[in-house]
C-alpha cells in the first residue's frame, strides 16, 4: 500500500457520518481532559510549598558573609608565601527581596499611568508576595591578614586575587601582615 492509498482511504473515512462523530468525540475527549487537569493541582503550587522553597533559598547577611570569608581564607592560603589567612568582609546590607509583581501602563495624550501589583499567594489568611528572586549583599570592603604579607610581591597577589574573587576594587582591600 503506498503513501496516495492511505491518504484516499483517511479522506473517504473522515468524509463520511462516521468520520464527523470520531472526530466530533475526540474534540469533546480532548476538552474534558483540559477541563480536568486545570481542576487537578500540580504538584509544588501551594502557599505553604512556595514559602517553603523560599525559605530554603534565603540565607541571612551574616551567614553569606561568614560562608564567603571561610572559601576566601582557604582560596588564599593557596597562594606562594601566604601562609595562614584571616579575612574579614563587610557589606552594604542585608539581602534584598524582589518580589514577583505584574503591571500595566497606559498612556493617553500627553499623560501615562503605571500600576504595579505584587503576586500574592496564600491560604487560610495567610497571604505573602511570591518572592521572585533574593539578591545577595553587596560587598563593599575585605581586610585580609596573613603571615606571608610582609613581602610585597605576596601582597600584591593577595590583592590581585581578592579584587578579583570579590568583584571589587582594590581601595576597598586592606592587606596586612599577621603578627
Same mark, same amino acid.
Given at each position: 500500500m503506498d503513501t496516495a492509498e492511505v491518504i484516499e482511504r483517511v479522506k473517504k473515512f473522515f468524509s463520511g457520518k462516521k468520520g464527523t462523530a470520531v472526530v466530533t468525540a475526540l474534540g469533546v475527549v480532548g476538552?474534558?481532559?483540559?477541563?480536568i487537569s486545570s481542576v487537578i493541582p500540580e504538584g509544588k503550587t501551594t502557599a505553604d510549598e512556595i514559602a517553603e522553597t523560599s525559605e530554603e533559598a534565603v540565607t541571612n547577611a551574616s551567614d553569606y558573609c561568614r560562608e564567603t570569608e571561610k572559601r576566601l581564607e582557604d582560596f588564599l592560603k593557596n597562594i606562594e608565601g601566604a601562609g595562614e589567612v584571616k579575612v574579614y568582609i563587610s557589606v552594604e546590607s542585608d539581602e534584598r527581596y524582589v518580589y514577583v509583581?505584574?503591571?500595566? $501602563?497606559? =498612556?493617553s495624550g500627553d499623560r501615562s499611568e503605571e500600576e504595579e501589583k505584587y503576586v500574592i499567594v496564600g491560604n487560610s489568611g495567610e497571604k505573602s508576595a511570591l518572592v521572585e528572586t533574593v539578591e545577595k549583599p553587596e560587598i563593599t570592603g575585605a581586610v585580609i591578614v596573613c603571615e606571608g604579607c610582609g613581602s610585597?610581591?605576596?601582597?600584591?597577589?593577595?590583592? $590581585?586575587? =581578592?579584587?578579583?574573587a570579590l568583584g571589587i576594587s582594590s581601595n576597598k582591600i586592606y592587606v596586612t601582615q599577621m603578627k
Open positions: 476538552m474534558l481532559l483540559i477541563l509583581s505584574e503591571g500595566r $501602563k497606559s =498612556v610585597a610581591v605576596v601582597q600584591e597577589r593577595i590583592y $590581585k586575587a =581578592v579584587s578579583s
